[in-house]
């Protein structure tokens, strides 16, 4: 057969550019800045039947604070995952307009002015995740601060019960009231505890996952290896005992086991977590009457003697049936704490079935860029606290919102971004800047990385060979 002589022509690899995304994120800005807008409107026509100046000025302020943010992020990471900030935005504007819908009591209208502060406090909530993206340059750097996180973790989980400043509110005591200003520490707590947990399980990751015996189809650790997961059960459990809150118990355990099971994908480390706070959750009904009192009102929320709250939540959502009384129309200022612990509730009886599975897909696209954030990071830290980060919002919604529909016994936590107060709005601001810290350094092209040395060492040394 005759041979071919012709020479092979030689193939070109191109390098694709990477877009920014920030016109898509300035699109979809503007997108939930005009929904909030509509929801403003819609609420004090249907209330007042009229529009307040005061409406356009929450409507102007808040448009700024957005744009503002985005500024920031075409300046200082402009390779941040374009949906997060508008996710957030959406979601924050739309407690915005529910806890004014509630402050638009009849017969006291406009007196209450949770609003008007909700605001201050997202403005400050703002600013604050600029600082952060600012001053933030490389989230690796937090991984040098492992241990001062745990500090600062359990510095502010107890301060609450220091005297003078501690304040007890509804049974349980998370409260630090200096003057007339009061803070919920242990929202800003589970942000230091996440940086701890990642910094340590990247370090630790190949001891917990590797060694250990074999015991029924499950690898089961060393009993040494076991002393991290013993520690932060006792936390979860010092929670429960000396602040009298099932939530947070909850919150601190599940991420810790969580952020485990993802450095070392072992399925022994969640069965073991499962039954430690199972035997926590137990004993702790056993012996605290604020326990069980939580039980029965989830077993039984219309039975005499005791709170109506869960079944006054519950006939609101049956009155808002699935399309909802419309923004308004409803009555969920009867329910105690709408604007803040049950302000899912308040969404449920005005916006119906329909709309509380929206807000429901909005907190799951967030929690899900969160997630593809982690696995696009190139050093395993981020990917820790990306997914440690994304997790603690997931898991405080399944909380509330299990709590609201009596899926699990309801507890203390709060909605992110809708619910009224501002140590969570702070927190989890805080969270979306960090979670786009990270997915700037994950989407970033190679040839403008700006790279540390130090880090740098520490990143190849961790990196799989």
């Known amino acids: 057969m005759p041979v071919s002589t012709t020479t092979p022509t030689p193939s070109t690899v191109t390098s694709l550019a990477v877009r920014s995304g920030r016109t898509i994120e300035m699109l979809l800005l503007v997108l939930a800045v005009g929904i909030v807008t509509l929801a403003y409107v819609a609420v004090n026509l249907t209330v007042t ?6 409406v356009w000025w929450h409507v102007g302020i808040y448009s700024a604070l957005a744009a503002g943010l985005h500024v920031v992020l075409r300046l200082r990471a402009r390779y941040a995952d374009p949906l997060l900030l508008p996710l957030a935005t959406l979601l924050n504007g739309l407690g915005l307009v529910m806890i004014h819908r509630i402050d638009l ?5 406009g007196t209450s002015g949770v609003a008007s502060r909700q605001l201050l406090w997202t403005g400050l909530a703002m600013a604050m995740a600029a600082a952060v993206l600012v001053l933030l340059r490389d989230h690796r750097v937090l991984r040098r601060y492992t241990y001062i996180a745990m500090a600062l973790g359990f510095v502010l989980l107890l301060l609450p019960m220091l005297p003078f400043i501690g304040e007890t509110v509804n049974g349980s005591r998370l409260w630090i009231r200096i003057g007339p200003f009061s803070f919920q520490p242990g929202e800003l707590a589970k942000i230091a505890v996440a940086v701890f947990f990642a910094g340590y399980l990247v370090s630790t990751r190949d ?15 060393r009993a040494r290896d076991l002393g991290p997961i013993l520690v932060a059960w006792s936390l979860s459990v010092l929670i429960l005992v000396l602040q009298r809150d099932l939530g947070s118990s909850l919150l601190f355990f599940g991420l810790f086991v969580a952020m485990l099971y993802v450095a070392t994908e072992r399925t022994s480390w969640i069965v073991i977590g499962l039954a430690l706070f199972a035997s926590g959750a137990v004993l702790a009904w ?9 039980v029965t009102l989830w077993l039984d929320p219309f039975a005499p003697d005791q709170s109506d709250q869960v079944a006054k939540g519950l006939m609101g959502l049956a009155h808002g049936g699935i399309f909802g009384a419309g923004l308004g129309n409803g009555y969920p200022y009867i329910t105690y704490y709408a604007n803040s612990d049950y302000i899912v509730a308040s969404f449920g009886e005005e916006l119906g079935m329909v709309g509380l599975f929206a807000l429901l897909m909005l907190y799951a696209l967030l929690v899900e860029r969160g997630l593809r954030t982690a696995i696009g990071s190139r050093d395993g830290f981020g990917k820790l606290l990306a997914v440690g980060l994304s997790f603690t919002v997931a898991l405080q919604v399944f909380v509330i919102v299990g709590g609201i529909t009596r899926v699990i016994p309801l507890t203390g936590l709060t909605t992110p971004f809708l619910s009224a107060g501002g140590s969570s709005l702070l927190a989890n601001w805080i969270i979306v800047a960090l979670l786009l810290r990270i997915s700037d350094a994950a989407r970033r092209p190679i040839s403008e990385r700006r790279q540390d040395p130090s880090i740098d060492a520490a990143e190849r040394a961790e990196a799989p060979r």
């Open 49 to 54: 039947g009229e529009l307040p100046a005061d």
């Open 105 to 109: 009591v009849p017969g006291q209208l």
């Open 207 to 221: 001891a917990l996952s590797l060694v250990g015996r074999r015991v029924l189809g499950l690898q089961l650790p």
């Open 286 to 294: 056993r012996l605290f009457s604020h326990v069980q009192s939580r």
